[in-house]
């Protein structure tokens, strides 16, 4: 197994299309109006030639900018689980690093402060992204 690299970013809105991410209003890291906070996360996964054709853990978590879990409104900690798996499309070179786009959206609830998305594959932390939520509108 490689290392698979993992590339992610905040946005208003993002989908996968035809192996693409699209992404609107990306690159931002201060959210500022508290209370119902909506974003989407794109991320692009490097997947190693030696990793396709396996299945690979993926898991994302919301967490405060102290590591503690955020919770939904029914008291469910905020994450996203998968099972990715990704093939070689024919006549690519050997070694070729192959492309594994997501995207997802979620709209909750969160007070001002700090907050980071951790992700991880195979149960080991692959990167994350910190932002913030102004605790005053307009500040």
């Known amino acids: 197994m490689g290392e698979l690299k993992v590339t992610a970013l905040l946005c208003d809105a993002a989908q996968v299309a035809e192996g693409k991410l699209y992404v609107l209003g990306g690159g931002w890291s201060i959210y500022r109006s508290?209370?119902?906070?909506?974003?989407a996360v794109a991320i692009k996964i490097d997947v190693p030639w030696t990793d396709a054709n396996r299945k690979i853990p993926f898991r994302a978590e919301l967490v405060t900018e102290d590591g503690v879990a955020v919770?939904?409104?029914?008291?469910?900690?905020?994450?996203?689980?998968?099972t990715l798996e990704v093939g070689r499309?024919?006549?690519?070179?050997?070694?070729?690093?192959?492309d594994l786009p997501l995207a997802f959206r979620i709209d909750i609830p969160l007070g001002?402060?700090?907050?980071?998305?951790d992700f991880f594959?195979?149960?080991?932390?692959?990167?994350?992204i910190s932002f913030l939520v102004l605790g005053v509108q307009g500040a």
């Open 34 to 39: 508290p209370g119902r906070v909506s974003m």
């Open 71 to 82: 919770t939904d409104p029914d008291g469910r900690p905020v994450r996203l689980e998968a």
């Open 89 to 98: 499309p024919p006549g690519l070179p050997a070694g070729t690093p192959l």
């Open 112 to 117: 001002g402060g700090g907050y980071r998305w």
């Open 121 to 128: 594959i195979d149960d080991r932390k692959a990167t994350e």
